[in-house]
């Protein structure tokens, strides 16, 4: 499997839920109190017969126009319409945005040859949600035209895709696996966002149920040491994939 980090900027993040550029070259951490400072960065996985995108970013585009999405997966030899599975961990803004994007005035499906893969409670909650993490417009533009595949709960999609409920960040919150015999990729979106956070157990503030997000995390190392996982990060700042270790009880990412 071939895997492509799709880097779309480094934002901070506070209470307002809004996702701010952040540039550490001109930007100072210490002027933006109570934030979050983290990396989006969905995925782009070859397969062998199936072109995959994990979560599509916030839907920026260049100062030309252009969807940073799109460019990022030319950049790596693709073509948008050449992806065949959208796979959604959770609908919130800077993982749902760009699902769709705006071309001069016209709204368009981003990848109108894919199938997008969404958890069916977290599409009806996002839908009646009322928190600003959630863009309704999004949703109701995809109901209209989009090819929609609805999960529920765990399970597969094929012999080498699966799907599991975590809930934890979002009450339906999913991570996929994908297993093409030795090799194996596993993106925990926001159950597992950074690899530093292996590293040390807490409890996150941002998360719907943080204990059970901490106890996932703890598990989820194990597996990955276990069966050597390539892990995908995110919002991981350090780095965005890696393979985890579990020493002394100690996690380690290499
Ligand atoms: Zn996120």
């Excluded at 803004?93 to 769709?100: E, L, R």
């Excluded at 209209?144 to 080498?160: K, W």
Aim: glycine fraction near 8%; charge should be negative.
């Amino acid at each position: 499997m071939q895997v492509h980090t799709l880097y779309e900027g480094s934002y901070s993040v506070d209470a307002t839920k809004k996702f701010i550029p952040f540039d550490p070259v001109k930007d100072k951490a210490k002027d933006r109190p109570a934030s979050l400072f983290v990396h989006v960065q969905p995925f782009l996985v070859a397969m062998e017969d199936q072109l995959i995108l994990f979560d599509t970013g916030l839907g920026y585009s260049t100062e030309e126009g252009k969807l940073i999405l799109h460019e990022n997966i030319r950049k790596a030899g693709f073509s948008p319409d050449e992806v065949t599975m959208v796979l959604m961990s959770h609908l919130h803004f800077d993982h749902a945005g760009g699902m769709i994007h705006q071309v001069g005035e016209q709204v368009e499906l981003s990848f109108p040859h894919a199938v997008y893969v969404i958890q069916r409670g977290e599409w009806e909650s996002a839908f009646s949600n009322t928190s600003s993490s959630y863009k309704k417009e999004i949703f109701e533009f995809l109901q209209r035209n989009a090819q929609l595949h609805f999960v529920e709960g765990s399970g597969a999609l094929n012999a080498q895709i699966s799907y599991e409920l975590t809930g934890a960040h979002t009450p339906f919150h999913q991570t996929f696996l994908l297993d093409e015999g030795d090799e194996k990729v596993f993106f925990g979106a926001d159950v597992l966002p950074e690899p530093e956070e292996l590293l040390r157990k807490f409890i996150a503030k941002y998360d719907f149920d943080g204990r059970k997000a901490m106890e996932l995390r703890q598990s989820y190392g194990e597996r990955a040491a276990a069966e050597n996982w390539n892990c995908l990060f995110y919002h991981g700042k350090s780095r965005a994939t890696g393979f985890v270790t579990l020493e002394d009880g100690q996690f380690k990412i290499q």
